[in-house]
């Protein structure tokens, strides 16, 4: 039995969901929607908007939602 982690992406490469399991190449408990698709890599969370560009996942939050992000998790 194999298993994989993959990251879920929208039709324009936003994040649409972290991490899903796949079990033997079926997706658990998950259901992919119109133009979505999954990808081998994972957002690590550095980012507040990530953005798949195809290769690499790219910051596109503005400098105020990325203010606001760090006063909701507290980071000084």
């Not at 259901?31 to 690499?56: H, M, R, S």
């Not at 910051?59 to 606001?68: G, M, N």
């Amino acid at each position: 039995m194999s298993y994989e982690y993959k990251t879920v992406i929208d039709t324009d490469g936003y994040l649409a969901d972290r991490c899903v399991l796949v079990i033997d190449g079926v997706l658990q408990h998950f259901e992919l929607k119109d133009g979505q698709e999954l990808i081998d890599f994972y957002a690590d969370g550095t980012t507040v908007k990530p953005k798949w560009n195809g290769t690499t996942w790219e910051e596109t939050a503005t400098t105020d939602e990325i203010k606001k992000h760090n006063e909701i998790i507290k980071i000084p």
